[in-house]
């Protein structure tokens, strides 16, 4: 059961965004919604969430010594569509483009990728569990500062979210 701070948390990372946006009257691509490639973009984000959730199962089996049953998504609509779509527009396009002008692309990505860590979400999966959320982050944020779009990072979230799921139904 979700917290009524973490009901809050979700309702302003899904609607600031967006209600910025059509406030300021901004095309969706400030957000890093560019048309421009963005099957290919976010295929490719699908390969680098793929090879970092590898990783990351990795690290969590040799520090569970055991499947990390925590980490699976559940459905895949939400996994694989709901939260990347508003995790990757929030921090990633929202914040990640938006610090861009002020900070650079490093510091952009650097704050983005801790402040995304910093989700109250994260915290219970054990300290690999926020190590491998922070390298995602920075993962992410390269992704956007590489493209200028967010489709990459949301493929990448996407399918980082399902893969546990996807490889625990294969092996058992």
């Known amino acids: 059961v979700a917290s009524p701070w973490g009901l809050a948390l979700s309702l302003v990372m899904a609607t600031l965004p967006w209600a910025t946006v059509l406030v300021l009257r901004q095309p969706i691509s400030a957000l890093g919604y560019t048309g421009r490639r963005a099957l290919a973009r976010y295929g ?32 895949l609509l939400q996994g694989f569509v709901v939260i990347p779509l508003v995790e990757e527009t929030f921090f990633r396009g929202y914040l990640g483009l938006g610090l861009r002008p002020r900070l650079g692309w490093a510091g952009a990505v650097v704050v983005q990728a801790v402040l995304f860590t910093l989700l109250p979400g994260h915290w219970g999966q054990g300290v690999p569990g926020v190590i491998g959320v922070l390298v995602f982050g920075l993962l992410s944020g390269a992704l956007v500062a590489k493209t200028g779009s967010v489709w990459a990072a949301w493929g990448a979230h996407g399918l980082a979210n399902v893969l546990p799921g996807l490889l625990l139904l294969l092996v058992a």
């Open 44 to 75: 490719w984000g699908m390969v680098a969430g793929a090879a970092w959730r590898g990783l990351s199962m990795l690290l969590n089996l040799h520090w569970a010594a055991g499947w990390p049953l925590a980490s699976t998504a559940g459905p």
